[in-house]
């Protein structure tokens, strides 16, 4: 399909531009993980999670190696992961991954905020 041939695509730019990481501005770092993680978030979409997996741990520590361990960024992918590893029929991993998310979310916005309260 049209939306697979547009993932190899997007994962052949990725290829090339993880070779020059170390070289990148903090800034286009952050956004190859962000592309990393909707990339992880497709192949969920699709039930591949394996590849699902792989991308999201690869958004997961690029973000938190530019922006920090306690960046609220982190806890999308947290969560992503966490989604992942549950499909995957392994709660444990899932759900450490789950707690991360929802200790950034209280950490960075408190106990009453929507995304923590829900």
């Known amino acids: 399909s049209a939306y697979s041939r547009s ?4 994962m052949d730019l990725l290829g090339s531009a993880k070779v020059h990481i170390e070289k990148t501005p ?10 990393l993680n909707n990339l992880g978030e497709a192949y969920m979409l699709q039930h591949k999670l394996p590849e699902a997996k792989l991308r999201l741990g690869e958004a997961l520590e690029m973000k938190q190696r530019v922006l920090g361990k306690d960046h609220l960024d982190i806890a999308c992918t947290q969560d992503n992961l966490g989604l992942v590893y549950r499909e995957m029929g392994e709660p444990k991993k899932a759900l450490k991954h789950l707690q991360a998310a929802m200790r950034l979310r209280q950490q ?3 106990p009453a905020h929507p995304d923590v309260a829900r």
Do not use: D
């Open 7 to 10: 993932l190899h695509v997007q």
């Open 26 to 35: 903090r800034k286009a770092v952050a956004l190859l993980a962000a592309t």
């Open 108 to 110: 960075e916005l408190g």
